[in-house]
């Protein structure tokens, strides 16, 4: 089964629900689209992102209602050096939509969208955890998996995978 | 999080209240959890939940493995169903590579995908009712969670970490005799369920224990990011193997069930009636099993039999080449999420087009469960907390990673 090249013209996926609502709301906020292996990214500008998840999880038609997850990839050397990655899932319409934020290298910061979604609270921690992005306006941001005296962020491309610390 | 840190990360408020500090040692709390309580009397009037003690970097050692030797990492992750981690993983990957996977091996991977969910379910409630004083049902339930390793044992060489679903279909072919085995357990396991029932269901003090405790309501639980049994326990209807279905679960006919009380008692009924669901898809599984081969035809990806590894020229080449080299994925990404015995297990893997994943995350529906914790238990007394935790039935190996 070959794959079939995945779609990245904005005018061909318009008609889908998320970013039918986005480009409503502020056609600037949506810096891009890619439709790959059935699964829709759209790239969100970065200070939209908190305004763009609330309005799609209270969109009427498709409600995407529920925060499957957050995580982030890091992109080193290259810059934009950090893609954060939301992953959000309509319980009505049954449709997924995933959420990318590129942040730059140097000093990573980003809004918190636990106000939208309690359920981020964990999963902000993580990546600010093991990635180094800080949220602003997250309640409690600590790190949850490594000890709180670690120094690095462990899952960096640039963090050493051997060799005593 | 705090292990090392001396600074406790509760203060406590009023002269009355004072800070308890419940595990990670503590043996209701399933594994390496702690919970910080803040407690006036018997009372919670904070609680804190800290992770990380079992934190071993997963993530960061799949980044330096070849696609293939990833698989055994995924069984570790959440000890008690390690082929529903398996799926996910094999079922992200071959969606990158865009790979068709013959009937014989979807369908048998719903089948184990199934039995592990009965073992799952199985050491849930024994430990469960354990933790809640009932001693009888957990030694019922390790009865036939033996009888369920001893399957998978039969089909893999392994009880707990299986590893026998491969990208691109199953490790092996199942023994002889092994459906008939897996008939014999399907016919017996509905007698038992109404063993454990009649010890729990209608008990008094189960009631007692468990009815209107840690009770949560649908909107909180989805905000809360719940999934599985513990968001259908608040009255939402949604399983990923009937909604979004994947490895032909749209092929078999099965009840999601839901209960719309939100408490412990609600959630122990949802994963009960799971555990009848589990065995009629077994059934399902075994009467329409079809026949043919249990690997994809994609030579660059699956492992050549061992014979024509022997015996042919161009299957030993095409076996060495993935032993030293793995085989490289389309650059993209995808997410994959299965329906786990816990919730929603999601697989996010990025390709660069290497023989190595460049990225591999697991959504772990105990970590968003567990999110539920304070809402469920403030205000309540500490007796409840057991139960509660008991009900959300986390794994931290999952929940750490």
Sequence with gaps: MPLAPPITDIEQLKAHPAIARLLNWNPSAVQGVKFDRDEMSIYVERSAIREACSLLRDDATCPFNFLSDVTCVDLYPSEPRFEVIYHLLSISQKERVRLKVRLAGDAPTLESITSVWPAANFFEREVFDLFGIRFTGHPFLRRIQMPENWEGHPLRKDYPVEGYR | MAHLSSIPQLEPGQDRTMILNMGPQHPSTHGVLRVILEIDGETIIRIMPDIGYLHTGIEKTCEAKFYQQVVPLTDRIDYLCPLTNNLCYCLAVEKLLGLEIPPKAQWMRVLLNELTRINSHLVWLGTHALD?????????????????????????????????????????????????????????????????EDLLTGNPIWTMRTKGVAKISAEHAMALGASGPTLRGSGVDFDLRRDMPYSSYDKFKFKVPVAQDGDVFARYMCRVQELRESIAIVQQALDGMPSGPIKADAPKVVLPDREKMKTQMEAMIYHFKIITEGFSDPEGEVYQAV??????????????????????????????????????????????????????????????R
């Design chain 2, 132 to 196: 809640i004083g009932a001693m009888t049902v957990f030694l019922y339930c390790f009865r036939e969670r033996e009888d369920i390793l001893r399957l998978f044992e039969a089909v893999s060489g392994q009880r707990m970490m299986t590893s026998y679903f491969r990208i691109g279909g199953l490790a092996l072919p199942p023994p002889l005799d092994f459906f008939d085995r897996v008939r014999n357990f399907a016919n017996r396991f509905p007698s038992k369920v109404d063993e454990y």
């Design chain 2, 339 to 400: 329906e786990s015995p816990r919730g929603e297990m999601g697989y996010y893997v990025v390709s660069d087009g290497t023989a190595k994943p460049y990225r591999v995350h697991m959504r772990s529906a105990c970590l968003a469960n567990l999110q539920l914790l304070p809402a469920m238990c403030e205000g309540r007394l500490i007796a409840d907390v057991v139960a509660a935790i008991g009900s959300i039935d986390i794994v931290l190996g999952e929940i750490d």
